[in-house]
């Protein structure tokens, strides 16, 4: 108990379910259960953790969880709330609704794998995906991280899936591998697609 008085950060796992299937997913070997997070779970969180200022919510997907919006609004009273998604059911928001969860969101850090929705088979969805990340973008795009997963199918891509985001506008990004950690070259590719991408943006500024 004392530690958690003590807690500024904190991870909170909303719910174990998804509205999609990855096939990295480490939930595909362990198991998933349907519990959701309730509001008194969460305001008796906040009172053990008096001093706590920044949330990160993930899941499963949680923004699948029915009270999700209640959840946030409760915990930005206190700090920061950061939330972790794929991105397909805020596609679903109208204009209005979109805007008030990004207000009331410090950044949303949404996971994405490839634009090659028609054959890439890892992750479904991508278009939707795709769709949340230029709203996101038209709202607030400093509210906006996509985390690239490196798979063993997408990694020699990376470099171009890096360099279209950018031109989407994304100003934050960031990579998860999620592969056998013994490929090394699995991470040459990733290095040298990093590398490319930041000669490829000085050239831009050069020409600007």
Request: proline share 1%; net charge positive.
């Given at each position: 108990?004392?530690?958690?008085?003590k807690?500024?950060?904190?991870?909170?796992?909303?719910?174990?379910?998804?509205?999609?299937?990855?096939t990295?997913?480490?939930?595909?070997?362990?198991g998933?259960?349907?519990?959701?997070?309730?509001?008194?779970?969460?305001?008796?969180?906040?009172?053990?953790?008096?001093?706590?200022?920044e949330?990160y919510?993930?899941?499963?997907?949680?923004?699948?969880?029915?009270?999700?919006?209640?959840?946030?609004?409760?915990?930005?009273q206190?700090?920061?709330?950061?939330?972790?998604?794929?991105?397909?059911?805020?596609?679903?928001?109208?204009?209005?609704?979109?805007v008030?969860?990004?207000?009331?969101?410090?950044?949303?850090?949404?996971?994405?794998?490839?634009?090659?929705?028609?054959?890439?088979?890892?992750?479904?969805k991508?278009d939707?995906?795709?769709?949340?990340?230029?709203?996101?973008l038209?709202?607030?795009?400093?509210?906006?991280e996509v985390?690239?997963?490196?798979?063993?199918?997408?990694?020699?891509?990376?470099e171009?899936?890096?360099?279209?985001?950018?031109?989407?506008?994304?100003?934050?990004?960031?990579?998860?591998?999620?592969?056998?950690?013994?490929?090394?070259?699995?991470?040459?590719?990733?290095?040298?697609?990093?590398?490319?991408?930041?000669?490829?943006?000085?050239?831009?500024?050069?020409?600007?």
């Open positions: 108990m004392q530690k958690l008085k807690c500024k950060k904190i991870l909170i796992e909303v719910n174990q379910t998804c509205n999609l299937n990855c990295y997913c480490f939930y595909r070997d362990y998933r259960t349907t519990k959701n997070l309730t509001i008194d779970n969460i305001n008796e969180l906040l009172e053990k953790c008096p001093i706590a200022d949330f919510l993930t899941g499963g997907e949680c923004f699948t969880s029915p009270i999700i919006e209640e959840i946030i609004a409760k915990l930005t206190r700090g920061k709330v950061i939330t972790f998604t794929n991105g397909v059911m805020l596609n679903k928001y109208d204009e209005s609704r979109l008030n969860v990004v207000n009331n969101v410090e950044r949303f850090i949404i996971s994405f794998d490839s634009f090659d929705f028609d054959n890439y088979f890892c992750r479904k991508l939707q995906t795709i769709n949340t990340i230029k709203r996101i038209e709202v607030d795009a400093n509210k906006l985390k690239v997963c490196i798979t063993q199918f997408n990694y020699k891509y990376i171009e899936i890096f360099s279209r985001l950018v031109n989407m506008g994304v100003k934050y990004l960031s990579v998860n591998f999620v592969f056998d950690i013994y490929n090394f070259e699995i991470y040459i590719y990733t290095l040298l697609g990093l590398v490319g991408l930041i000669f490829s943006i000085k050239g831009l500024k050069k020409q600007k």
